[in-house]
């Protein structure tokens, strides 16, 4: 508890001494309170490994100036917060696979959650048991091809997106739950991934499937560009690099400022696929299911 109250306090310290510099008051959608302001102190935190007082009193100094520098050069805070990314992520290589503080003498408030108890080996090989678990499945499966028919046509679109989101569901319980790696920008991946392959489509023309498959690719070599750096230490250095990557996808790497060039123009869609010519995807019912083999 002493620990959490010095923190507060001296989180609320730098947040009030920042007021006079950037010339706003805290307010719930300001930009004082916003990602940004977290990842501006994040940075220093990172570079000291969440140990080294010392590293992150002259880190922290470090961070500012090129803040402010890059503020004062473009009139511009996305270029100060976009850069924050390599500077977190050479900060990451460059460091040695030592143990944190916490981490070597076991001190930490990071708890499993408990299991749920699976059914006993016994009852797995039960007939009713059997039937009971297919006939869940079948249902769920059911309930999922009917959706369509059940709801009204105009909200046939929403149920898609749902399914979209349930994609990227799947890929926090693998991530997050399988492989214990807490992710806290997720959606960055997912914007990469729709950014690049709706450039494709709608400005290169290339086949919705064939985009697809390159937005796929680009997320995936986003995931491991932020990867590779964040999980060579232990700790949560992976979610505070993933949450300073969704800051700077919304920002500066979604931006048609700065790839304008690059990303489909205003005004264009990609168009819903045709498969092979002989199916076309056009209507709501049938890219619902699309998205349905996908998830």
């Known amino acids: 508890t002493t620990v959490w109250v010095i923190a507060a306090v001296m989180s609320y310290a ?8 950037v010339n706003s008051v805290p307010s719930g959608s300001g930009e004082l309170l916003s990602t940004a302001a977290l990842l ?3 940075a220093p935190a990172v570079i000291a490994r969440m140990d080294r007082l010392g590293v992150a009193f002259i880190a922290g100094p470090f961070i500012g100036i090129v803040d402010q520098g890059i503020l004062f050069e473009t009139r511009n805070s996305n270029l100060a917060t976009a850069l924050m990314l390599p500077i977190i992520l050479g900060a990451l290589l460059l460091q040695s696979k030592t143990l944190s503080r916490s981490q070597d003498t076991g001190v930490t408030t990071w708890q499993q959650v408990k299991e749920f108890r699976p059914i006993p080996t016994e009852m797995l090989h039960l007939p009713e048991v059997k039937i009971l678990r297919w006939a869940m499945r079948l249902g769920f499966v059911a309930f999922m091809v009917s959706i369509p028919f059940i709801v009204d046509e105009l909200r046939i679109d929403l149920a898609s997106q749902m399914l979209i989101y349930a994609i990227t569901g799947v890929s926090l319980v693998i991530l997050m739950g399988w492989a214990g790696q807490i992710s806290l920008g997720q959606f960055a991946f997912v914007g990469i991934g729709a950014g690049v392959a709706g450039a494709m489509s709608a400005r290169y023309g290339l086949p919705f499937l064939v985009s697809i498959l390159i937005g ?9 560009a932020v990867g590779l750096p964040a999980l ?3 700790g949560l250095y992976l979610a505070v690099t993933t949450l300073l990557l969704a800051q700077n996808v919304q920002t500066y790497f979604l931006n048609p400022t700065y790839y304008g060039w690059f990303l489909q123009e205003s005004g264009t869609y990609a168009e819903r696929p045709n498969l092979f010519g002989w199916y076309d995807f056009k209507p709501d019912r049938s890219y619902y299911y699309l998205c349905l083999f996908f998830l």
């Open 14 to 21: 730098g947040v009030m001494l920042r007021i006079p510099i």
């Open 40 to 42: 501006f102190g994040l």
């Open 216 to 224: 796929g690719i680009a997320g995936t070599l986003f995931s491991v």
């Open 232 to 234: 060579r230490l232990p």
